[in-house]
């Protein structure tokens, strides 16, 4: 099977490399029907890198210039390009999309991913489920909160608003629509001097920057540390969070439930001795008994458990297109904004004029992510979308969600304050994780659920480390391991390289920036025919910089404008 690359040309892509370690097969998705004659394939991503940003503050740590990070606007994006980025470090804002320089930033801030269909739910998780479960059934309004729950719960820290929207790109629709194919196939035979032929320069590898796992978690896979690789844990320190290398503790119901197992077994045995085959029955009947007994419930058994005909409440949650808006999203839209806009007063102290309608759309309703649809997908689709959760018939909370080849990233979430007391970060959390099971039933490639960055030297931000099995991203080689793996390097330096293979190097690194696509005067061309063409000072350090970033399958098939 060839799959297509979204390009000016359509032309067919060969299969991926065997030899290449760490990379995910291709896409489940592919660029639409050919359009008309002199029409791309397929929208292609379209982006503005606007370079390093130094020196600002840091909401962690309180640095006045601590952080540091690139940054690009996107004008469109498919949902694979994104994908590819986000498994290298980057992250959104709106349309605004950055990566934190990690050896240079104040805090290093390190993509981290949960392994949805091997999911474990901890005690405190299950105390939230069930805090959620007795409110709707029986209106209990506990206003004991989660311990584990920290003040900025499930909340993404982005790049400075003032950084992102300074940048905002100011060019015309007109200039960033490529002319027609013949006209792009032109400027491509211009590069003939280069020794390659013009398939050579078109054919491109459909690969992701990291190796996709579904498989039982036990099984190493080629590409990432093995989960059986002998490590050395470091217990944190007081007041440093839960200490993840060890096992999750057993309740002592449980425990107590198998001594008594245990015993009624043994009673039954002396009692039956006579009988061979009665005893045998009674054995294996105890034995399913205890089985089920300890069987720990999913999350699905606490979210969809049976309400009374009673129930005092009811919660609905409901999954809407906020870019493109869905009818649904634009009917909904003022009731979601005024939710936002009392969180955001209420749990961020923001001032009444801060959060305005114009900060919500660009911030949390704007994104560059292409709506796509694939007969191997969720029926919903690829792209950003709203979950919003309805109690008795208003909206409580929304989740600010992309779903995507491989995962559903969790961008935002904003709530209620009234509803504090219902621990709607973690909630949420673990809806999100059910959501990615779900859709996993239609979509096998999607098996991920992606909480942004995990910041060990921030400790309010260790919360998303207790959602199991979850796995850290090398700043360095772009694969991915255990988080047990990595907090005893944490411990000692807050930035670390966690592929302990000292030869293995980044697989997706740029190695001919000839080859990065320009769009220019609304023509698309390799960087190579691009700089020939140029007049006025060199721009070479800046797209070597930005192909190093976005790496050479990206920086292939994206276009960098160049004005």
């Known amino acids: ?17 065997p030899h290449r370690r760490g990379r995910r097969p291709p896409s489940p998705l592919r660029a639409g029907p050919r359009g008309p004659a002199g029409t791309m394939a397929a929208a292609a991503a379209v982006v503005e890198y606007k370079g390093w940003k130094e020196g600002y503050r840091c909401g962690y740590c309180g640095s006045e210039r601590g952080k540091v990070s690139a940054g690009m606007w996107a004008h469109s994006m498919t949902v694979q390009d994104y994908q590819d980025l986000i498994d290298r470090g ?19 801030q390190y993509t981290i991913r949960c392994q949805a269909l091997h999911f474990q739910t901890s005690k405190s998780h299950k105390k939230v ?6 409110f709707i059934s029986k209106g209990d309004v506990s206003k004991v909160v989660s311990e584990e729950e920290p003040m900025d719960s499930h909340i993404e820290d982005v790049v400075s608003c003032d950084f992102a929207y300074k940048s905002e790109s100011h060019v015309s629709q007109s200039e960033l629509t490529p002319l027609s194919e013949d006209h792009a196939e032109r400027v491509e035979n211009e590069d003939k001097d280069t020794g390659e032929t013009k398939e050579e320069v078109n054919q491109q590898t459909v690969e992701s920057g990291s190796l996709q796992i579904c498989a039982d978690r036990d099984t190493p896979v080629s590409g990432e540390p093995s989960h059986s690789a002998k490590t050395v844990h470091a217990p944190p320190k007081p007041g ?18 198998e001594r008594k197992l245990q015993k009624l077994l043994q009673n039954q045995m002396r009692t039956l001795e006579g009988s ?12 399913n008994s205890k089985s089920k007994a300890n069987q720990p419930k999913t999350i699905e058994d606490f979210i969809f458990d049976a309400l009374p005909d009673d129930a005092r409440h009811k919660l609905e949650v409901r999954v809407v297109r906020s870019s493109p808006p869905s009818s649904q999203f634009k009917a909904t839209f003022q009731e979601s904004y005024q939710v936002y806009k009392r969180y955001q007063m209420v749990i961020h102290k923001d001032p009444p004029d801060k959060p305005t309608i114009n900060q919500f759309t660009r911030f949390l309703c704007d994104s560059p992510l292409e709506a796509e649809n694939a007969p191997n997908g969720p029926e919903c689709g690829y792209g950003s979308f709203h979950q919003q959760y ?8 929304v989740g600010v969600i992309d779903i995507l080849p491989y995962c559903v990233s969790s961008v935002y979430l904003y709530y209620d304050p009234d509803y504090s007391f219902l621990s709607l970060g973690v909630y949420s959390a673990l809806r999100e994780i059910a959501f990615t099971r779900q859709l996993h039933e239609k979509a096998p490639d999607l098996c991920f659920y992606y909480m942004g960055f995990y910041i060990h030297s921030c400790p309010k931000m260790r919360y998303k480390g207790q959602y199991r099995p979850s796995d850290l991203l090398c700043p360095e080689t772009y694969v991915w391991t255990p988080i047990e793996q990595c907090l005893p390097l944490l411990e000692h330096s807050k930035y670390c390289r966690f592929n302990q293979d000292v030869k293995a190097v980044d697989e997706g690194r740029i190695k001919e920036l000839g080859r990065v696509r320009v769009l220019h005067k609304r023509t698309v061309m390799p960087y190579s025919v691009y700089k020939k063409r140029r007049k006025g000072p060199s721009d070479e350090a800046s797209v070597q910089q930005y192909a190093s970033l976005v790496g050479q399958t990206c920086s292939e098939r994206m276009l960098l404008f160049r004005s």
């Open 276 to 287: 061979q085959l009665q005893a045998g029955d009674q054995v294996c009947l105890l034995e």
């Open 240 to 257: 440093k969070g839960a200490d993840l290398s060890k096992p999750p503790c057993r309740k002592a119901k449980d425990i107590r439930k």
């Open 129 to 134: 489920l069930k805090k959620m479960l007795k």
């Open 390 to 397: 309805w109690l008795d018939g208003k909206i409580i909370a």
């Open 1 to 17: 099977m060839r799959w297509f690359k979204s390009s000016e040309r359509g032309e067919p892509c060969p299969g991926p490399d």
């Open 90 to 108: 980057w992250r959104r804002s709106g349309k605004y999309v950055y990566k934190p320089i990690m050896n240079q930033t104040c805090c290093p």
